[in-house]
């Protein structure tokens, strides 16, 4: 739109505008009623059929993702990792088009160390064990970062360890020795949405309180 000969953008969404600097890149961040995949999103998917040379994800878009079954590190034809369905998948997105069904990936991407998916320590294949949660949009790219910093896993962190994924797809997942700390942590993250940062550590403190939950207990666990 050009207004008094000066170029104006107008948003036809509602939402938070962000503005990236280093690649002049501005855009409306508002909550989505179904998720979009995008190219590099980080998302857990349930692996809803198997087929010969592919898995076929449900991450919560238009249509189900693909994910070839040799896309591992380390992965080949007689050494693979073999998924059952419904089994939680974390995985990025390498192929995005609104006309095609996106394509995701448990390989490291460029720049990232690989680790043979035998070892278990790579970024990227199945989570076992462990609980998932939905969890709005907004809130899990404040747990991965990539707005903001996100001060209640620090207040977690402090209390107990645990493994977190978090998908762009508004899905969390989260393991745990204590299953009191999976549900504390369940609690203190959904709550923390529109909590001030300041706060985040009372909020903890208060919900470990609550589930009888100390450093000194779950340390000798």
């Known amino acids: 739109v050009v207004r008094d000969g000066a170029d104006l953008l107008r948003s ?16 409306v961040e508002g909550e989505a009623r179904r998720y979009i995949p995008a190219l590099n999103d ?3 998917g349930i692996v809803d059929s198997k087929h010969a040379e592919e898995y076929r994800l449900h991450i919560g878009g238009p249509a189900l993702a693909s994910l070839p079954v040799l896309a591992f590190d380390g992965a080949t034809k007689r050494n693979r990792p073999h998924l059952e369905v419904g089994a939680l998948i974390y995985a990025r997105v390498t192929l995005a088009h609104r006309d095609m069904e996106p394509e995701v990936s448990c390989a490291a991407p460029p720049g990232v160390g690989a680790k043979d998916w035998v070892t278990k320590e790579s970024v ?13 949009p907004l809130l899990c ?32 997942w989260i393991s ?12 203190a ?14 909020l903890v403190d208060e919900l470990a309180e609550r589930f009888e939950i100390s450093p000194e207990h779950e340390q000798g666990a």
């Open 42 to 44: 980080h998302v857990i």
């Open 124 to 136: 990227f294949g199945e989570l076992s064990g462990g609980y998932v949660f939905d969890c709005p």
């Open 12 to 27: 036809s969404r509602v939402g938070i505008l962000r503005w990236d600097g280093s690649r002049c890149r501005v855009w």
């Open 189 to 202: 993250i959904l709550r923390s949405q529109g909590v001030a940062d300041e706060d985040h550590s009372k």
């Open 176 to 187: 745990s020795n204590s299953a009191a700390m999976v549900v504390l942590s369940q609690a």
């Open 141 to 172: 790219r404040r747990l991965m970062g990539l707005d903001e910093t996100s001060p209640v896993l620090d207040a977690l962190g402090a209390l107990a360890p645990f493994e977190l994924a978090v998908g762009a797809n508004g899905r969390v």
